[in-house]
C-alpha cells in the first residue's frame, strides 16, 4: 500500500539536509542549519492537506491529520526527531541504494575500503532479497531519525488520502536536538494536546519499547599544579595522574563495552588534559532508580574521597540529572502499548518489547505528562559510518502508524 520509491526519495531527501546537532550551543535548536529541515517538513506538511502547521521559534514543527470520525476519540501523537548524532559527521549524506541485497559483504567505500559485513553486523542477514540504504562509508546515515520522519510523513500523507480508513485528531511533531538529550526541552507539551503519543525513534523491525534508562551526566574538573618539571619535587600536582585514579576507582566492567539488558553503566564519553587540569565527562545511566542514585553517590563519594587525599580540592564535580525511565508513566496506562503491539500484529510484524539501552524523546515526554512509548523506526547501527535501513521496515513502519490511528478509533467507537 505504500510506494517504495516514494519512501526512498522522501528520506533522501531529508538525509542529505545535515541537521546534525551541537552539546556546545545552548540555544534551540542548537544549530542553525536544523532549520533548513524543519522549514521543509512545515511547508510538506501544509502541501499535504495538514491543519494547524505550525513551526514555533524553536524550530518544533506540529500538525494534525484531522478527525474524520463523529464519534471522540483520544487524540495520539506521533513524534520523531530531525538531528542527527554529533557523534559522526552528517555532512554531504550521500545514501547508497542496495537492491535485492545478496547477503554479503557491502562496499560502503572501495577507496577507503569500508565494508558493511554480516560477519561483523549479523543483523544484515534478516533483510536478505530487501532493499537496503546505507551510507558511502565517509558519514552518518541520519535514519535516526529521519526514517522515523519519513514514516510519519508518509503515513500522514496516506491517511489525507484514503479518507475511508477512519480515526481521531492525529497530532504529529517534529522536534530538533533529541541527539544532544534536549528534544523534548522546548516541546510544548500543552499545545500538542494529545492524551498519548509514540515516538518512531526506535531501531529494527518490530521495536515496541516503554522502559529506557535514567539518565545524568557528569562534569569532572580535575585541577593540578604547574611547576618547572626540573625542579618540581614535592610541589607539582599532575592533574592528569589524578584524573586517572578517579577512571581507574570506578568499576571497570560497568561500562558500555561490557553490559547489557538492565545492567547499567559509568561511561567516559571525553577527557582532556594538561597538567594544570583535567576535564572529563561521562555519562550514567541504569534502568534502575535505586540503583541510578546509587552511581551516581558512588561518583561524589570517589571525588570526596580524592579530595580529601590532598591539602585543597582537587576535584569539582557536577552530576546533572538527563532523563528518567519511562515506565513509571506508561504503566498506568498499558492499553497504549497493547494497541501498538495490536496494530503491529495486524501486518504481521512480530512485536519485541524490551528496555532502551538510552532515551528518546519519549522518556522526558513521558515525565512533562505525554506518556510516549517507542517504536521501531526501522534503522540499525545507529551514529556512525555503518548505518543503514531497509526499505520495507520504513514501509512497516508506516502501515504501524495507519493501524494505530485506525485501531484507536475503533477502540472508542
Ligand atoms: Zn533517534
Same mark, same amino acid.
Given at each position: 500500500m505504500i510506494d517504495k520509491k516514494h519512501i526512498i526519495d522522501r528520506f533522501t531527501s531529508y538525509v +542529505?539536509? /545535515? +541537521?546534525? !546537532?551541537?552539546? &556546545? !550551543?545552548? !540555544? $534551540?535548536p542548537s544549530t542553525e542549519k536544523q532549520w533548513d529541515l524543519a522549514n521543509k =517538513?512545515?511547508?510538506?506538511?501544509?502541501? =499535504?492537506?495538514?491543519?494547524? *502547521?505550525? %513551526? /514555533?521559534?524553536?524550530?518544533? *514543527?506540529?500538525? $494534525?491529520?484531522?478527525?474524520?470520525?463523529?464519534?471522540? *476519540?483520544?487524540? #495520539?501523537g506521533f513524534v520523531s526527531h530531525f538531528d542527527t548524532s554529533p557523534d559522526y559527521t552528517g555532512k554531504n549524506v550521500n545514501p547508497q541504494i542496495v537492491e535485492n541485497y545478496d547477503g554479503k559483504d557491502i562496499i560502503l567505500n572501495k577507496e577507503k575500503n569500508i565494508v558493511l559485513s554480516p560477519d561483523y553486523?549479523?543483523?544484515?542477514?534478516?533483510?536478505?532479497?530487501? $532493499? =537496503? %540504504?546505507? +551510507? /558511502?562509508? +565517509?558519514? =552518518?546515515?541520519?535514519? /535516526?531519525? &529521519?526514517?522515523? #520522519? $519519513?514514516?510519519?510523513? !508518509?503515513?500522514?500523507?496516506?491517511?489525507m488520502q484514503h479518507p475511508e480508513i477512519k480515526h481521531g485528531d492525529i497530532r504529529i511533531c517534529f522536534t530538533p536536538d533529541e541527539e544532544i538529550g534536549r528534544g523534548a526541552h522546548k516541546f510544548d507539551v500543552k499545545k500538542f494536546g494529545a492524551e498519548w503519543a509514540y515516538t518512531m525513534d526506535g531501531s529494527q523491525i518490530g521495536e515496541l519499547e516503554y522502559e529506557n534508562f535514567n539518565a545524568a551526566s557528569a562534569d569532572i574538573k580535575v585541577h593540578g599544579k604547574i611547576v618547572h618539571p626540573g625542579y618540581a619535587k614535592g610541589k607539582m600536582v599532575n592533574s592528569m595522574y589524578i584524573a586517572q585514579d578517579f577512571i581507574n576507582s570506578l568499576p571497570r566492567f560497568e561500562t558500555p563495552e561490557h553490559t547489557e539488558d538492565r545492567q547499567g553503566f559509568f561511561h567516559l564519553t571525553q577527557i582532556e588534559g594538561k597538567v594544570e587540569e583535567t576535564n572529563m565527562h561521562y555519562i550514567i545511566r541504569d534502568h534502575d532508580k535505586e540503583h541510578f542514585e546509587a552511581r551516581k553517590k558512588v561518583m561524589l563519594d570517589l571525588a570526596a574521597e580524592i579530595n580529601g587525599q590532598h591539602e585543597k580540592e582537587v576535584i569539582e564535580i557536577e552530576i546533572k540529572d538527563q532523563y528518567f525511565n519511562m515506565r513509571e508513566k506508561v504503566e498506568p496506562m498499558m492499553h497504549i502499548v497493547a494497541i501498538a503491539e495490536e496494530a503491529m500484529k495486524s501486518i504481521n510484524v512480530k512485536p519485541n518489547i524490551k528496555p532502551i539501552r538510552g532515551g528518546t524523546d519519549g522518556s522526558q515526554l513521558s515525565y512533562m505528562g505525554l506518556p510516549c512509548p517507542n517504536i521501531f523506526a526501522g534503522g540499525h547501527n545507529f551514529h556512525g559510518r555503518y548505518e543503514y535501513v531497509p526499505v520495507e521496515s520504513m514501509i512497516k513502519a508506516t502501515e504501524v502508524i495507519v493501524k494505530i490511528a485506525e485501531l484507536t478509533a475503533k477502540k472508542y467507537a
Open positions: +542529505t539536509i /545535515d +541537521t546534525e !546537532s551541537d552539546p &556546545k !550551543s545552548e !540555544s $534551540t =517538513l512545515a511547508e510538506e506538511l501544509k502541501e =499535504l492537506g495538514l491543519k494547524d *502547521v505550525s %513551526i /514555533d521559534k524553536h524550530a518544533y *514543527v506540529m500538525a $494534525t491529520i484531522p478527525s474524520n470520525v463523529p464519534h471522540k *476519540v483520544p487524540t #495520539i553486523f549479523e543483523d544484515l542477514l534478516q533483510y536478505k532479497g530487501q $532493499t =537496503l %540504504i546505507t +551510507t /558511502d562509508g +565517509t558519514t =552518518l546515515l541520519g535514519a /535516526d531519525d &529521519k526514517a522515523g #520522519i $519519513t514514516e510519519i510523513v !508518509s503515513a500522514a500523507e496516506y491517511l
